[in-house]
């Protein structure tokens, strides 16, 4: 029986009631919130593999809450909201989250997503349990103690330098970092030939991304430097 632990956020009671009645026929332990600061609460003291969430709450809604959430975290996040326009739909899935439900919903395709994204999130390399020395962004993780670096669940061989540069960024997610500040960092020396930093940077996203003429990781931001894009 799976262990998995949901958090299900929504100030409506009958529905996050019947929602843990679901969940828990499932075999899943289930937390509630009524509100974006309580579920922020549980997070910070709870190890959740999922969050099924209310867009319309009180204190803090459910788009504001998976923009904090996703600051440092990749756990799945399912919106529920009895708004049906695409924009609402857009909006959600842009700040983060993984999937989106209309209420009312049917509980066998709410179980069905469920399943599908902790199986994803557990089983394909994105949830790793927060070992020392881990760096996680989306579906790149890296552990700095072992060398180990991972894409989608995938080991990748990467070069001693392209695991520095990794490293960098992956520590400093959404902040920039020109080439000069790359090549002084990682090389540990005045930037004189930080040309060869663009190199690394082609390589590194060959490895890492699907497409690298468009890139959801390694992102140029033009005329000032790289970043690691936060997920």
């Not at 923009?67 to 756990?75: C, Q």
Request: charged share 30%; no cysteine; hydrophobic share 40%.
């Amino acid at each position: 029986m799976t262990k998995e632990n949901i958090l299900v956020v929504d100030d409506e009671i009958e529905i996050t009631d019947a929602i843990e009645i679901y969940l828990r026929n499932e075999g899943y332990n289930v937390f509630k919130a009524y509100d974006g600061l309580e579920a922020l609460d549980i997070l910070s003291s709870e190890e959740i593999h999922l969050i099924i969430m209310d867009i319309m709450m009180p204190k803090m809604d459910g788009m504001r809450v998976t923009l904090k959430i996703r600051e440092s975290k990749n756990i799945p996040i399912i919106m529920l909201s009895a708004k049906s326009q695409d924009t609402d739909k857009v909006l959600g899935l842009n700040l983060g989250a993984d999937d989106y439900i209309t209420k009312p919903f049917n509980p066998i395709e709410l179980i069905a997503r469920v399943k599908s994204h902790l199986r994803r999130y557990i089983k394909f390399g994105n949830y790793v349990g927060e070992p020392e020395g881990a760096l996680v962004v989306g579906g790149l993780y890296l552990n700095k103690l072992t060398k180990e670096f991972k894409v989608d669940g995938q080991d990748v061989k990467v070069t001693p330098l392209e695991l520095k540069i990794l490293t960098l960024l992956m520590e400093n997610k959404g902040r920039v970092f020109s080439i000069e500040e790359i090549y002084e960092r990682v090389w540990n020396e005045p930037s004189f030939n930080a040309d060869t930093v663009t190199v690394h940077i082609r390589r590194i996203r060959e490895k890492i991304e699907i497409n690298p003429k468009e890139p959801r990781y390694l992102k140029v931001v033009w005329g000032i430097g790289y970043k690691i894009e936060k997920q």
